[in-house]
């Protein structure tokens, strides 16, 4: 069930994601298309992901049987409170975006995530953090020519 839950949520959260995407206002700068190609994108992938897992997860199904119960895994459980963590984690990420900036945020965001999946390695994690966030950074406001927010950082 929380698997169906999940894409159905993914699937209305796209279509949600692509509602807005559409009232973006149409700009003329770079190709044909403008800046609207890559969030149309990403709506597209998140759409297709969601209904992928609702496939998957109708197969497993039809294939375990129609009267099958499948007994309480504790992996299973521990990768829900995960991933639920993640995704309040993520929340809290969109939440200090604009506050404390890309920079801070990102690097905050991302070395906490590295830490709990990569434990024990600080400066690899330290390191891969800061080097993913100014890369993109320096990509996005240098060759796309994007303004991210400064935040704290804005003097």
């Known amino acids: 069930m929380g698997d169906v839950l999940l894409g159905v949520c ?3 959260g796209a279509a949600v994601y692509l509602h807005a995407d ?3 206002p149409v700009l003329q700068n770079g190709g044909p298309m403008g800046p609207q190609a890559f969030p149309a994108l990403v709506g ?3 759409l297709a992901s969601g209904l992928l897992l609702l496939g998957e997860t109708w197969r497993r199904r ?3 049987g129609v009267g099958a119960t499948v007994p309480a895994d504790p992996i299973e459980r521990r990768s829900r409170a995960i991933l639920a963590a993640m995704t309040a984690w993520t929340g809290l ?3 200090a975006f604009e506050r404390a ?3 801070v945020a990102t690097v905050v965001y991302m070395f906490a995530l590295l830490a709990f999946f990569n434990r024990g390695r600080w400066w690899v994690n330290a390191a891969s953090a800061a080097g ?3 890369a993109a950074y320096m990509l996005f406001t240098s060759f796309l ?3 991210l927010p400064r935040g704290i950082l804005d003097f």
């Open 22 to 24: 559409a009232d973006l």
């Open 93 to 95: 990420y969109y939440f």
């Open 132 to 134: 993913f966030t100014l």
């Open 10 to 12: 993914v699937i209305i």
């Open 44 to 46: 597209i992938g998140l």
């Open 145 to 147: 020519q994007v303004a």
């Open 101 to 103: 900036g890309y920079v």
């Open 62 to 64: 039809r294939t375990a």
